[in-house]
């Protein structure tokens, strides 16, 4: 086709288009609510922020007490005034209050564009010795709510909304000529209705997605900063939100050239919307936990709190006698606590954890393994819905794919391990129960903090390919019956 | 300029078109009367390129004429009973489109000109063409013509349904092209504009030509009789 028709076709397009009143007012609704989700979402990143600012604040100001107080029961020979569980140069004591510090997943500025599972998922454990993750997340409880109802962000508006708006663009390209009788002018051009239309179709993509990415990009610019935008993430998700967007364009182009009525073309579109967006995602989701059903959270506490309760009642018995008829801890005759008291529940923390530990790996195993299996499988069967490859892919560019968070998680329970080699050999040694100094607590192993934004599992080439080979077959079968449309 | 042989058309058991044979010389008006169904309009979209001859061949300028012969097309113009354009553009910008598309870049001040010899003033041109009356529309369909330098002019049922003046306003442009070197294959109910505009009559029916009469040879009471034996016979 020739750059002047192209030209005509471009300015005819946007005269068009520019005065179409139902477009527009559709176009300044779908803004606003785009402009919103983007306000969302860095809302939620601006207050993760200042959560973890307050984390690193809090930590700080309690290994400064910590070190305070230290000194100063050093400075009183080791006399500690208060509450003998409250003394910090008991190394249990210390890894039971204060002692513990964060696991912080930070967020990824490009967060603000899919919330994905950074509403449900923790992104800061307190990390205990004695317990595999002290989930301080408050906003748990809520969470099942948000996920019941879905999130509102830029992924859900892009995903969910966005198709509905290109169709309004999109679906009568073909039709409304022949309804408004103009078809039989086009007819008598030289020109081929199939390249014209193929022609206008690509125009109006260009038109819709260079006017998407003019608006996103200045929001973005001033809520979260240009750095952000020069990352590959983003890179791939312009890559990735645009194919989108011609997959939706070429598929009207399919649905426009069997020459049918706008009604139909609209309802057709609308029901792939539909069965693709909606439908399909629901039934894998439906299917995936019929095959790896997931246990319940209390299940996994449940079996953790039986397995303790079983070690106590057996194995544990002898351990309780031996620590607690100690001369040491001098339990028997204690009618106040003792340093040996504080000592032997220092040691019994110690070495019943491996057992707490196997126990809470087994029940983990279930929940988390079922929850992988899901996820594989979503991975899978994600290519029969556009709507949910997106999905994935969007949460993982923006660093909150639950593989993200489970790597998080992962990472967390390596440094609570950390955690622990470094008081158990404190705290259950008759030597060492009571010396925590000012260096120890210098030395208690801090979260490398990390935003998670690497995507190299998600093979993403493969299904990007996958998808233009999808988009292309569309726009060579449409074209092909345009070829016919003449008639 | 416009040659039909043995041009047959049928859908499914129906013969719309019948062998039929025809030929417009340059700057003709050929005028088809016939009843509903008669197969005028099917000549036209054969010569139009719309749809396909079952059999038969049809010619413009030398030219076959196929589906996919861009070639004819750029000979053609074609006015419909109702010229249907883009509502919320203009007629300059209509005209400017479709110019556009037959491959001429105009200057905005040709275009006017066009729209002057179609017959439409100056202060309607730039003025949204849903605002526009039926009889305006047409004339925006003969700008279309004029810019495309058509050799041959299909019309079907133009003039229907325009006032008095309009219709005289139009048939006097169609003579105009016609002197021009147009020639036009006009599908119309109206026998006294058959009479007047065209230099020869064709009357159709059931897809055959029953009569093809030079205008100048034939009274208007012998054509209006001609017409009502034929539609007669139909009914």
Redesign the interface.
Known sequence: MRL??IN?LFR?EL??LS??RVLLSLSALIIFILVSALWIGSSMLRKQEQTIIKISQSEKESLDSLKTRIKRIEAHQMVYPGFIWDDPTFAYNTARNEGPNYAVKKPFPLQVLSIGQSDVQPFYYKVYINKKQYLTYESEIENSFLQFIGNFDFAFVVIYLFPLLIIVFSYNVLSAEKE???W?????????IAQ?MICRMGIRYLLFTSFFWLIVIPVLMITIGGDALFTVNWTWIMAEVSLYFAFWFALALLVNSFSMTSNVNAMVLIFIWLFTGIIIPNLLQIGLNKVYPIPSRIDMLTAERDAINAYFEKDGQDLTKEVFSSPKSMIRQASVVTPGMVYGYGVIVYKSQEIKDQATAVAEEKLYGQIRKQQEGIRQLQLLSPALMMQERLSALAGSHWYQFNQFSMDTDRFRKKTQEFYYPKMADENTYRTFSIADADAIPKFNAKDYHDFSWLKIWQSFLIYLGIIILLLVSGYRRLLEA?? | MLKAENLTKKFGNHTALDQLNLEIKKGEVFCLLGSNGAGKSTTINIFLGFIPASSGHAFIDGQEVTLNNHATRDLVAYIPEVVNLYATLSGMENLEFFSGLSGYNYSKEELSHFMETAGLQRSAIHKRVSSYSKGMRQKVGIAIALVKKAKALFLDEPTSGLDPHASSEFSQIIMNLSEQGVSTLMATHDLLMAKNLGTRIGIMHQGALKHNLLSDEVSHADLTRLYIDIVKQHI
Request: positive net charge; aromatic residues 0%.
């Open positions: 002047p028709l005509i005819h005269k068009i005065r179409n408004q009788g103009t039989v002018l086009l007819k008598t051009s030289n020109q081929s014209m003449r008639k």
